[in-house]
């Protein structure tokens, strides 16, 4: 099997929720390419999934070792690290994901870092400053309803949420976050 078919089977079985043969597979592609970045960065998902931080934390390293100038990896990894609670590395890897492009994903998990570090106020901020940057971006709308509903801040809540489902009328956990609040 060419090693596209294989890490496409990886991926899939990932999806799935079939961690031993995902994790197999990541395996066969370090063996079949070992200077891609793939078959660590899907060992590294695996292990997030099982939630075995520090392993992703390793397979995440090898991964950026062969390029490092894959946004995910360092995302995937300062996620890892502040599952961790290793908040400084957590930060580092956010902002070097956002220096590389961006990443819409990075600025999410750095107001997830910003709330843990205890900086509330900041996170609303920063995120409403994404909303603004990039109103198209759903994710921002779900993540600022989930903040407001745990501040209880219901109304404000589901005023965000409403705005996702606009957007993404198909989701089904904003589906479900307004049909509680019903």
């Known amino acids: 099997m060419k090693f596209e078919d294989q890490l496409e089977e990886?991926?899939?079985l990932l999806h799935e929720g079939d961690y031993d043969h995902a994790l197999d597979i990541s395996h066969q592609l370090q063996s079949m390419e070992p200077e891609s970045v793939e078959g660590y960065h899907l060992e590294a998902m695996v292990m997030q999934k099982l939630n075995q931080w520090e392993k992703s934390i390793n397979a995440l390293e090898k991964a950026i070792e062969k390029d490092e100038e894959k946004s995910g990896l360092y995302n995937l990894r300062g996620f890892a690290n502040m599952q961790l609670e290793n908040l400084d590395l957590a930060i580092e890897d956010f902002d070097k994901a956002i220096?590389?492009?961006?990443?819409?994903?990075?600025?999410?998990?750095?107001v997830l870092y910003m709330i843990m570090d205890d900086q509330g106020n900041?996170?609303?901020?920063?995120?409403?400053?994404r909303i603004k940057q990039n109103p198209k971006d759903v994710?921002?709308?779900?993540?600022?309803?989930?903040i407001m509903q745990r501040a209880g801040q219901?109304?404000?809540?589901?005023?965000?949420?409403?705005?996702?489902?606009k957007m993404d009328p198909?989701?089904?956990y904003v589906k479900n976050q307004l049909a509680e609040m019903q």
């Open 99 to 110: 220096d590389l492009d961006d990443s819409p994903a990075a600025h999410r998990n750095k």
């Open 154 to 165: 219901e109304a404000k809540a589901k005023t965000y949420y409403e705005q996702a489902s």
């Open 139 to 146: 994710e921002n709308w779900i993540l600022m309803g989930d």
């Open 10 to 12: 990886g991926l899939a």
């Open 122 to 129: 900041e996170a609303i901020t920063y995120l409403l400053d």
């Open 170 to 172: 198909e989701n089904e």
